[in-house]
């Protein structure tokens, strides 16, 4: 599967952007998906998780109440809405997946640019 995230872009603090994973190759369905972000100099880290079947988990310190990850199978896409930013959201965001055999992420996006500005 190909993952291709978009999306990002430059938004004031208090704003909000809705990013998107669209997969090509294989369909969404047959993988459990996630969103992580990589800060300049920090590592990677997970932002939010959605299952095949629409269950949900999220990094709860850091997005809590203010991210929802969802995904619509027959657009083969996931998104993730993102409000009340604030300049420590300012990354570049993963779409990430994979299949009920791991649980670890074996197909990613090429990751897209988020910058929120104070």
């Known amino acids: 599967v190909q993952l291709q995230a978009s999306g990002g872009g430059l938004v004031q603090a208090g704003g909000s952007l809705r990013l998107s994973c669209t997969a090509s190759?294989?369909?969404?369905?047959?993988?459990?998906m996630g969103w992580f972000r990589q800060a300049p100099g920090k590592e990677r880290e997970f932002v939010a998780s959605i299952t095949r079947s629409g269950a949900v988990q999220y990094d709860v310190d850091s997005v809590k109440g203010r991210f929802t990850i969802s995904r619509e199978n027959r657009k083969n896409t996931m998104y993730l809405q993102m409000n009340a930013l604030n300049p420590e959201d300012t990354a570049v965001y993963y779409c990430a997946g994979r299949t009920i055999l791991t649980s670890n992420y074996l197909y990613w996006g090429q990751g897209t640019q988020v910058t929120v500005s104070s």
């Open positions: 190759g294989r369909r969404l369905s047959d993988f459990h």
